[in-house]
């Protein structure tokens, strides 16, 4: 596996140079007036969270096909294993940037956990408490890692 882990690795490094990148704080700021939006439109936290579970359930097809037309990953995966790999290596890499580990597996082989060292979003995150400020929330922001 450690072998087709590097291969992996310089896939996605390959499909992070071909994609099309996009501002990472224009991509917060645009997904909190979104949210914003939704707690306006609605009004109830359950609506809201149902809302945006059914966005990213779709945003998450988007790139399943995004990422099987331009990833170059040429031959299907055999197991989940390699599955989590090419997760962690190719797909990470190519919508986000960085590469995530894949860690502490069930004993059935069926559950794993992709740990991720380096969060381009979370940079983001003193933007939204000053933003917060400006409109009278004093809503603390953290990132739990």
């Known amino acids: 596996m450690a072998t087709s882990s590097k291969s992996h690795q310089r896939t996605g490094e390959q499909a992070w140079g071909k994609i099309n990148k ?9 997904y909190g007036a979104m ?8 009004e109830d936290v359950g609506a809201v969270n149902k809302q945006l579970e059914s966005m990213g359930y779709n945003i998450g097809v988007r790139l399943i096909d995004e990422f099987l037309a331009k990833s170059q990953v040429s031959t299907p995966c055999t197991d989940l294993k390699e599955t ?4 962690a290596k190719v797909a ?22 992709l740990l991720l ?9 003193n ?19």
Do not use: H
């Open 117 to 125: 060292y380096d969060n381009p979003l979370i940079g983001e995150l």
């Open 92 to 113: 990470f890499k190519m919508f986000l940037g960085v590469t995530a580990d894949v860690s502490s597996w069930n004993g059935d082989g069926t559950a794993f956990s």
């Open 22 to 30: 996009v501002n990472a704080e224009l991509f917060t700021l645009t």
């Open 35 to 42: 949210v914003m939006q939704l707690i306006q439109d609605f």
């Open 127 to 145: 933007s939204w408490n000053s933003l917060l400020s400006t409109v009278g929330s004093s809503t603390p922001t953290y990132f739990a890692g």
């Open 84 to 87: 989590a790999d090419v997760v």
